[in-house]
């Protein structure tokens, strides 16, 4: 079966990775995306059994292409470093009524304000929110709760990177298996782990360094509850 012909629309102002639902060719572009972990999420958003996809580029690279699953559960990962190059994702989609929704969440984004993060100051994040701060110098509980039973998506970036350049760990709470963290049961592509609880920690020494959380959810998620401790 031959590709889909891949065409970029611009849009009207530069894209800052807030969620953006793209009908069929319409697509977003982020000028320059951060020189480090960046995390893409895309969900489909049609009522019908519509198989989805998008495009991705950035600076000459080839274009990368995307499925987005029809009427999933929980939203689709691609964790890369672009390097702080550019980024265009276009919805390609063979069917015209296949809306996806995309957003792109890292420290350093322009345009993107995160809120302020704080050892042993809960705070929510709705869909879309992110928060930021430094963690003290000592070992660390990073707990992530929901209050709901919906599907959830976390983000969390910071520590040291691997050998890719990404130092990002997505967790998705109230899912369909207990999956990870490697290597244990494999979890979804681009995930860390998985719960089919309403809560997850990371435990972690990454000693005095700025650290990233963000609620990256489909669109009928419920806030969820960040809270850093100090151990």
Do not use: C, H
């Amino acid at each position: 079966m031959s590709e889909p012909i891949f065409a970029y629309i611009a849009a009207d102002s530069a894209w800052n990775g807030a969620p953006t639902v793209l009908g069929q060719s319409q697509g977003v572009t982020m000028p320059q995306t951060p020189n480090g972990s960046l995390v893409l999420g895309y969900f489909n958003r049609s009522t019908q059994n519509n198989a989805g996809r998008l495009m991705v580029t950035s600076g000459g690279s080839v274009p990368l292409p995307l499925n987005v699953p029809a009427l999933a559960r929980a939203i689709s990962i691609y964790l890369n470093n672009w390097g702080a190059n550019n980024l265009n994702v276009t919805n390609v989609s063979v069917n015209t009524d296949t809306p996806i929704m995309v957003e792109a969440f890292g420290p350093g984004i322009p345009g993107a304000q995160p809120m302020p993060l704080a050892a042993g100051t809960p705070v929510q994040l709705a869909l879309g929110q992110a928060a930021q701060g430094t963690t003290p110098p000592s070992w660390i509980l990073l707990s992530l709760t929901s209050n709901s039973a919906t599907s959830e998506t976390l983000a969390v970036i910071g520590g040291p990177q691997d050998a890719t350049g990404n130092n990002a760990y997505v967790i998705g709470l109230n899912a369909d298996a207990d999956t990870g963290p490697p290597p244990q049961n494999p979890p979804p592509p681009g995930y860390y782990a998985t719960r089919t609880g309403n809560t997850y920690s990371l435990q972690f020494n990454w000693s005095a360094v700025s650290i990233y959380v963000a609620n990256l959810s489909s669109q009928t998620a419920k806030p969820v509850t960040v809270l850093l401790q100090s151990l």
